[in-house]
């Protein structure tokens, strides 16, 4: 059962020199420096993963780095293998997979470069998706707290009736 | 004598917007160039429903997303709160009884035949055949009342699949009531009774998606069963007790409007086979891990990270779900179908088409703006 | 003869039948279609659903509003010609809901339209709809 993600993680173990791990069946997870993210990115659409299920970014506050993951499928091995790598916070940029998968990549990164505010390089429509006229800070930061927001812009503390939103 | 007119000069595009306070449009807009009667290009415009779920889920405990994650498509909520419940036990480690696996299955594909039956309703209402939105969703309500008696309420259904199993057992009469209603659909599945020659006009060779652009622009489910790839993830990875039960795979060839609705109704009497055979093979015992009878809010989850597939009635749906030892999750990820199959897959179907065929290209793909926006 | 003020007179020939242009979001289309449906038929009451603001009596509000989608409730409330009615629909139109902690989504609805009946519930039956289109008779059948 186990034997084609064994086979498959020796070789991307040697051929990049990471350390990954197989979780359970079908799921493998692998690290890697950014710097080599489209090599493998290449390597493994040629191997056979030829479908971007998602792409995700993680904020790690106190590390101040943000984190992103892209989740492959592949329809003849049955594997899905999680690409993970590690980016600065305050300057965010990284070269984008476009030109690997097309346009399913591209509507992803669009809808990260607005919610968290990471440029990737390549990607030639960044517009908003979701929001329009929106001035403050990049939303799913983790240091925008929600609910002081909402607190301070459309409650308010003097309504008897509406205290119970402030405890 | 009769003046001859001038023809109209090269180049003379006008945009239109075909947009969310249109009657036949949902709460989406699509801006479109038009040369003539021909679309020349579409941009789509989503975010009218944008809430920001994913960080809503970042502030309540598991339990409290429970009865949130019914709300991310109001169209399907039992599947949405099977996918969260998987994601959830399988961070925490936690093992469900038997009873429990066969009690979701039964309710996630009667979702997905109520689901079905709704795209048939405004597939045929987009095309002009009034009657079949009218018999839709007539045929609907009878599927609404299961969940009344079983769950407690018409449309969300309070949380019923919790992470552990589910909330309550299936009351006494539950059993003879599914039978009598899944007899009473037979004639939403007969296609000889349900086509109409102008529907079958306005929906053959229209919209058309090859195999080889549906993969690039990342399609999942019944539409790219539609353009001949036979894959579905109850086969691929099964999770729960698909493994032990027998069903089969519709595909076709075309990929035009017509195969897409021959599919969902095709795919009704599959998931009625599934649900006779979920009730006969129905396991004795317990409905939830005994540990989560009495709910603590304050337990913590283990520090990891997870991803888990499931195929609901659109297409393939993805939580990633990250926890660092709190007692709620610290980043939730929600991958739906809809997400691609509005917004590249809609612009690039939509070039070259004529203006009076842009609705039964729209509603021939199943879409669900909420999904989209979380 | 019985003498009636203007604004009784206009608001008593809404009594005959309502015309209801449907601005719904995500949750009010589950609840609100079937009532066009073979079994809660709505049509018995004279109340059709018309494609387009200016032909139309009442405005339903079903459901939640963001920021991007309240500008245009706006400007279809404008287009519609006296007498109107607006009902709203639901939990989170009354104090914002169950997404109350959003930053996009709109907490009280009578801060941008004028509002003359709430119907609450998560979301609310059938029923609690066409009772509420009967006491809207009721009160035109009161007013002076």
């Not at chain 2, 597939?123 to 407690?152: H, N, P, Q, W």
């Not at chain 3, 003359?116 to 002076?144: N, Q, S, W």
């Amino acid at each position: 059962m186990t034997k084609k993600e064994n086979q498959l993680l020796k070789e991307i173990n040697t051929k990049f020199k990471t350390k990954g791990r197989i979780q359970r069946e079908h799921r493998i997870w692998v690290t890697i420096n950014e710097k080599k993210l489209t090599e493998i990115c290449k390597w493994l659409k040629e191997k056979g993963f030829e479908h971007l299920s998602a792409i995700s970014v993680t904020d790690w506050l106190e590390q101040k780095e943000y984190e992103l993951t892209y989740h492959l499928w592949s329809y003849d091995d049955k594997i899905l293998i999680t690409v993970k790598t590690r980016i600065n916070r305050n300057k965010p940029i990284i070269e984008s997979v476009t030109s690997i998968w097309g346009e399913s990549a591209q509507i992803h990164e669009r809808e990260l470069h607005e919610l968290f505010g990471v440029k990737f390089k390549g990607n030639k429509d960044l517009l908003p998706l979701f929001l329009e006229n929106w001035q403050g800070p990049a939303p799913f930061r983790k240091d925008f707290d929600w609910r002081d927001y909402v607190r301070e812009e459309f409650y308010d503390k003097k309504n008897e009736r509406e205290k119970v939103y402030y405890d | 004598m009769i003046e001859e007119m001038e023809p109209a000069p090269k180049n003379s595009e006008y945009d239109l917007y075909f947009g969310p306070a249109h009657p036949g449009s949902g709460n989406f807009g699509v801006k479109l160039k038009i040369d003539g009667e021909k679309v020349v290009s579409a941009r789509a415009d989503p975010g009218y429903l944008h809430r920001g779920f994913e960080k809503l889920m970042e502030y309540r405990t598991p339990l409290q997303n429970a009865v949130l994650s019914d709300r991310l498509c109001v169209l399907e909520p039992l599947n949405w709160n099977l996918i969260h419940a998987e994601a959830v036990d399988e961070l925490m480690d936690i093992q469900v009884p038997e009873r429990a696996k066969y009690i979701r299955v039964i309710m996630a594909e009667l979702s997905r035949i109520q689901s079905h039956i709704i795209w048939y309703g405004v597939f045929s209402k987009g095309t002009g055949f009034d009657t079949g939105f009218k018999m839709a969703f007539g045929y609907r309500d009878y599927i609404l009342d299961l969940f009344e008696l079983i769950t407690g309420g018409r449309v969300y259904p309070a949380g019923y699949i919790c992470p552990g199993g589910v909330r309550r057992d299936l009351p006494d009469n539950a059993k003879t009531k599914i039978l009598k209603v899944l007899e009473k659909m037979k004639p939403m599945i007969k296609l000889e009774e349900l086509e109409n020659p102008a529907l079958n006009a306005r929906a053959k060779n229209i919209g058309i998606l090859k195999l080889k652009d549906a993969i690039r622009l990342g399609v999942t489910g019944p539409i790219l069963r539609a353009s001949g790839m036979k894959i579905d993830v109850r086969k691929e990875e099964p999770y729960e007790v698909y493994d032990q039960l027998d069903f089969e795979i519709p595909t076709r060839k075309e990929g035009d409007a017509y195969a897409r609705y021959y599919i969902g109704i095709e795919e009704m009497k599959q998931s009625i086979k599934i649900v006779k055979q979920a009730l006969e093979k129905l396991p004795k015992g317990e409905v939830i891990e005994t540990s989560l009878k009495k709910p603590k809010l304050s337990s913590k989850i283990p520090e990891g990270e997870v991803y888990v597939r499931n195929e609901i009635a659109r297409g393939e749906a993805g939580i990633y779900m990250v926890s660092n030892g709190n007692n709620t999750p610290y980043r939730v990820k929600v991958r739906g179908p809809d997400f691609l199959h509005m917004i590249p897959v809609l612009e690039h179907l939509l070039k070259g088409v004529q203006i009076a065929d842009v609705p039964a290209v729209y509603w021939s793909l199943n879409i669900c703006p909420a999904d989209m926006d979380r | 003869m019985v003498k009636r003020s203007e604004k009784a007179k206009t608001m008593r020939k809404l009594i005959k039948a309502i015309w209801i242009f449907n601005w719904f979001n995500s949750c009010g289309f589950a609840e609100l279609v079937p009532l066009v449906g073979s079994r809660w038929d709505m049509e018995r009451f004279g109340m059709i659903i018309v494609g387009t603001p200016r032909h139309a009596d009442v405005l339903f509000i079903a459901g939640y509003q963001t920021q991007k989608s309240i500008e245009r409730a706006k400007r279809v409330y404008e287009q519609m010609a006296e007498p109107r009615v607006v009902i709203a629909l639901g939990s989170c139109t009354m104090t914002g809901g169950m997404y109350w902690d959003s930053y996009n989504t709109i907490k009280k609805l009578d801060k941008y339209l004028p509002i003359t009946m709430y119907i609450p519930g998560c979301p609310p039956r059938p029923e609690a709809v066409f009772e509420a289109c009967e006491k809207i008779f009721e009160h035109v059948k009161e007013l002076k």
